[in-house]
């Protein structure tokens, strides 16, 4: 089969979990560790783990999921064609499969189906919502690929220098450093333009997230750093176009999409130039290339219930099951996380609300995000701001999932934004900002303390 579903966590609790492929909540005795999603946890860890279903769907549900599936992984083509049709004409790549290889992260390359690195753009100032100013003739996205008969809007380049980091013992590890350019572009760049890299997310629990009640995720702001840590967090307010009103951000990188539904039908648009109900405007309007395109009657290119079917799809999602809990250098490295307070941002454990059309209530999760945005410092600042998420800001990464990467990628992993950290060490070096104690504290630690602390990471 390709769906497996998690029945029992534990022997010890077969009683308690005998029953609950259905959501609700669980008595506090019967929680497990290795639960991450709660009862919509997988224990599948093989290269698939990030794209099995969530249990206890209806027999109507799994035949959504599974057309969303396919749908998915369907390669899109020029129009006219009988299905699929309307890529482009100018994108960034064919496939949602293609930037989310196995529904895990993306690669950092740029040019090809194999990418997953995508560069969001804009000049200073503000649009009539607050959000990022569009780029006079790029909008808001760099598309690198065209249909023929079109021109790419630009081709990104990166180069990488070295950053070599020593630690307090002279153990020393090499950073890579990236600068990020454009090259070729179709008409002249606007001054002053602001590009920003963001990698393809691992795709996870994001159901889940997204049942997370709004209160929650405000309670975890620490406006003025009441508490002394240093870590303060904000959540982004975003206007979501399709239902005209500012709502708050849970996706992306910095926060910046409010619903899943908005995620999928910009993903659609934007990556691969395919108009939906939710984004009806091809993301080429206005360019002088495209000016036979007329706002507001291109005609929706992915039906109606395709784009909902993906929308499930995606919300439903099971989350890996963490991997050797019982372990003693695991144990150590959860103590250690709490310790130099990773756990300040990436929170260990969240409760969901109500969500009856899903099912996904009441589940008492580990995710490690408040789904807040953080300044993370220099180093990582891309400088272009994102509604209220500064040039310095971004959303803290859920790390579920994050062992698994290597498996599901199918070979070397890539983490932050833009894919620069190679291994989650260097992940941790570029911390700075907000992060900058907890950082210090990770380096202060002996070395076997460190490596405790990264392989109870990578048991995530």
């Known amino acids: 089969m390709k769906k497996i579903y998690v029945i029992v966590a534990l022997c010890g609790f077969v009683g ?52 969303g599936d396919g749908t998915f ?108 350019s454009l090259q070729n572009p179709y008409i002249a760049l606007p001054g002053g333009y602001l590009l920003s890299p963001r990698l393809a997310p691992r795709l996870v629990g994001m159901g889940l997230l997204e049942n997370i009640p709004e209160s929650t995720i405000l309670s975890y702001v620490d406006a003025g750093d009441q508490n002394g840590d240093g870590i303060t967090g904000k959540a982004n307010y975003v206007y979501d176009s399709y239902t005209k009103k500012m709502e708050i951000g849970r996706f992306g990188l910095k926060a910046n999409t409010p619903t899943l539904l908005m995620q999928v039908a910009t993903a659609y648009q934007q990556d691969m130039g395919v108009t939906s109900y939710a984004q009806p405007e091809e993301s080429a309007y206005g360019q002088s290339q495209m000016n036979s395109i007329i706002k507001g009657d291109t005609g929706d290119e992915l039906v109606d219930s395709l784009l909902n079917y993906v929308t499930f799809y995606v919300q439903t999602l099971a989350v890996p099951a963490r991997r050797d809990v019982l372990d003693s250098i695991n144990k150590r490295g959860a103590v250690l996380f709490n310790q130099v307070n990773c756990s300040g941002c990436h929170r260990p454990t969240m409760q969901t609300g109500v969500n009856e059309a899903i099912n996904l209530s009441s589940q008492r999760i580990h995710p490690y995000t408040d789904l807040l945005v953080h300044d993370m410092g220099d180093g990582l600042a891309d400088n272009r701001p994102d509604y209220l998420a500064t040039g310095k800001e971004w959303r803290t990464t859920p790390l579920w999932g994050l062992g698994l990467l290597a498996r599901t990628n199918g070979g070397t992993p890539y983490f932050l934004h833009d894919g620069r950290a190679r291994t989650i060490e260097e992940a941790i070096l570029w911390h700075d900002g907000e992060a900058a104690r907890s950082k210090q504290q990770f380096m202060q630690l002996s070395q076997a303390d460190r490596t405790a602390l990264l392989q109870f990471l990578n048991s995530l």
């Open 16 to 67: 308690a979990f005998s029953m609950c492929n259905k959501s609700g909540a669980f008595p506090e005795e019967g929680y497990d560790d290795r639960l991450s999603g709660g009862s919509f946890t997988t224990l599948d860890a093989s290269t698939q783990a990030m794209k099995q279903a969530i249990d206890g769907m209806t027999d109507r549900q799994q035949k959504v999921h599974t057309i």
């Open 73 to 180: 992984d369907q390669v899109f083509v020029a129009a006219p064609a009988p299905h699929f049709g309307g890529l482009g004409p100018i994108f960034n790549n064919l496939a949602c499969i293609n930037c989310h290889r196995n529904d895990g992260g993306g690669f950092p390359s740029t040019g090809s189906s194999n990418s997953g690195l995508l560069f969001r753009i804009s000049i200073p100032g503000m649009d009539e919502h607050g959000g990022p100013l569009a780029a006079p003739g790029f909008g808001l996205q760099v598309q690198d690929q065209a249909l023929l008969g079109t021109s790419p809007e630009a081709s990104p380049a990166i180069s990488y220098s070295d950053l070599p980091v020593s630690y307090p013992d002279g153990a020393r590890v090499t950073l890579r450093q990236p600068a990020y």
